[in-house]
């Protein structure tokens, strides 16, 4: 049986916040569009905007792109740096670990905030 070991486990993630972020953005664009058909649609957007289960989901989003952005400077620091490939293991728990820290600060922030 293959283990999943923390490079693979990255990369995964990176996959699968990367595909999260696209669909946000086409979910953006399309809530934007129903936006701009008047004052009463705009105001209903927002009313949705404020339930818990879309406000769980931008927190979501948070960690997803905090992730996927830490994790890219990662890939792109071991692709010219000879010293970023031989300290793998602990960028991708660095990595971790302090995208774990800024959605832990962003989430609570997030949550506070009024809606």
Known sequence: MYKIKEGMLAWILHKITGIAIVAF????IWSMSKMS????AFNAVIETYKTPLFRAGEVLLLGGVLFHALNGMRLILGEFTAWAMKQHKLLVYLTYILAGALFLVGAWFMWRAEG
């Open 25 to 28: 953005l086409i979910f953006h």
């Open 37 to 40: 058909k008047g004052p009463e």
